[in-house]
């Protein structure tokens, strides 16, 4: 989608140079992955080739049950049109529900609905209706980030720079952004969706190294960069000069912090606890980005264990999202999918949350959290695959994120590799899909914008180190 958007932005501004003919090979390369979102993008761009059908709501979002659902449907119908697939249709601009439980006002929703509303008006041939306020907006935005590309976030970047295109095309700002954007290009010829996951990756991978007790030098290294990343409010976000925090990459870098050595690292833990309390919903539960939209699973699973290590000024909020998550979880031991397509995603890290509660939480909660273990015990043993893996839902070929995951979720139930038959097969396959060079090439996994793939291959490495580490008899989740 992103090149899509890229390649369109260079043929508007007459761009002639070696990346236009990079994209339409990438674009032109076949891929067994495509969705007939990305195909009806690529015959469009490529051959000028309507489609015919609904590729947004009968595919791409017929299983997304989400509070973003109806702006995911206009961005994604809007880079149909931008790519040349459909018409532009006056539809495309029809309200989205606004106040929690409908949407989140987190920047770069701002940024694309601004944009949208541009690209539509332009499209529709009624520009007049865009207000100069809110071109001066979109402007604004545009010339804030600190990053070469706004908030690293590609997508909202591209379809920035394609709507000031339409009404400012000299303007600096898109020059600007276009050789930031240039700058990511893989070598593939492709542009990735997002730019810099290294504040992420660096806290998973810390995370995983800990818990493997290998490289403490490497570590301390590590850990000196994740509190150099922690922004003023005292979270982090996934990449390097950003603005937003979110409680995703809070928590991983807590949990770090925390496990490599809790004593040193006490002052950001204790302002990343604080901004995670500040997060916290009425509900119990803990949402991604903003207070006061609805609360996920991951996040509020991945917050309670990491305020776990916080200490027992927080059994409050623990016990909030130990209290939510129960209530969360479904009748077959699933919970919902959020930023993951695996189910063994937020059963891991509802389970790591459950299993972090201090003594006097998990004994007032102990039949219930039992009864939840059971759930998940059960789902995850009739989901393991005659390989001994788990795949994306249950039925689904093994992949090696969702065989991690379940090994995790599994490992934080106290299920350990030398003592549980599913637990060890699972270990043997896991181990049975490393390469030589010792790393683990797994299926793109993680998903952003939602519903859409990425892939962020270091992933593999992490979790399934992580996935190695916590399976080891002498890991005890309590103790950590």
């Avoid at 992103?2 to 369109?8: F, K, N």
């Avoid at 309390?277 to 991604?288: E, H, K, L, V």
């Avoid at 999918?337 to 939480?361: D, F, G, K, V, Y």
Wanted: hydrophobic letters at 45%; one cysteine or more.
């Amino acid at each position: 989608m992103e090149s899509t958007l890229l390649l369109v932005l260079l043929r508007r501004r007459g761009d002639r140079s070696p990346e236009v003919q990079r994209l339409v090979d990438f674009l032109a390369a076949p891929r067994a992955q495509d969705t007939a979102f990305d195909a009806a993008l690529r015959q469009a761009v490529l051959h000028g080739r309507t489609v015919s059908g609904d590729v947004v709501g009968d595919e791409l979002l017929a299983d997304f049950d989400h509070f973003s659902v109806a702006r995911k449907r206009q961005l994604f119908d809007v880079c149909l049109a931008v790519a040349g697939a459909v018409r532009f249709e006056p539809s495309m601009l029809r309200p989205v529900p606004a106040g929690p439980g409908a949407d989140n006002t987190v920047g770069w929703v701002e940024m694309i609905m601004l944009s949208v509303r541009v690209l539509v008006a332009h499209g529709l041939g009624t520009a007049f209706e865009v207000t100069d306020l809110e071109r001066d907006r979109l402007l604004r935005l545009l010339g804030a980030s600190r990053a070469p590309v706004w908030e690293h976030h590609v997508t909202a970047h591209l379809l920035a720079l394609l709507a000031v295109q339409q009404f400012a095309p000299d303007h600096e700002s898109v020059e600007r952004g276009v050789e930031g954007v240039l700058a990511f290009l893989n070598l593939d010829g492709g542009v990735p969706s997002i730019s810099d996951l290294d504040v992420f990756s660096t806290a998973v991978a810390g995370l995983a190294l800990a818990r493997a007790r290998v490289a403490p030098a490497l570590l301390e290294r590590l850990c000196d960069y994740l509190t150099g990343q922690q922004l003023s409010e005292g979270g982090w976000s996934f990449g390097e000069d950003m603005g937003q925090c979110d409680v995703d990459d809070t928590s991983y870098a807590m949990a770090c912090l925390a496990t490599v050595d809790p004593v040193r690292h006490r002052g950001a833990l204790e302002r990343a606890a604080d901004y995670l309390r500040g997060m916290a919903g009425r509900d119990g539960g803990f949402p991604t980005y903003v207070q006061g939209d609805p609360s996920e699973v991951g996040m509020t699973g991945g917050a309670a264990g990491a305020l776990a290590f916080a200490g027992p000024e927080h059994a409050d909020l623990l016990e909030g999202a130990a209290r939510w998550l129960l209530d969360a979880q479904r009748a077959d031991g699933t919970f919902e999918r959020s930023w993951s397509l695996s189910e063994a995603n937020t059963i891991w890290r509802a389970m790591w949350a459950l299993h972090s509660l201090p003594a006097p939480s998990r004994t007032a909660l102990a039949r219930r959290i039992a009864d939840a273990d059971a759930a998940a015990r059960r789902f995850l043993t009739r989901a393991q695959n005659r390989d001994g893996g788990w795949g994306f839902r249950s039925g689904d070929p093994s992949d090696i994120a969702s065989t991690c995951y379940s090994l995790l979720a599994l490992s934080a139930m106290g299920y350990r590799v030398d003592a549980d038959e599913v637990a060890r097969a699972g270990v043997e396959h896991l181990l049975s899909c490393q390469g030589p060079d010792g790393s683990f090439l797994a299926a793109p996994d993680q998903v952003a914008p939602r519903p859409l793939l990425f892939d962020a291959p270091v992933f593999g490495d992490i979790w399934a180190l992580l996935a190695l580490a916590s399976c080891d008899s002498n890991w005890n989740w309590q103790a950590a």
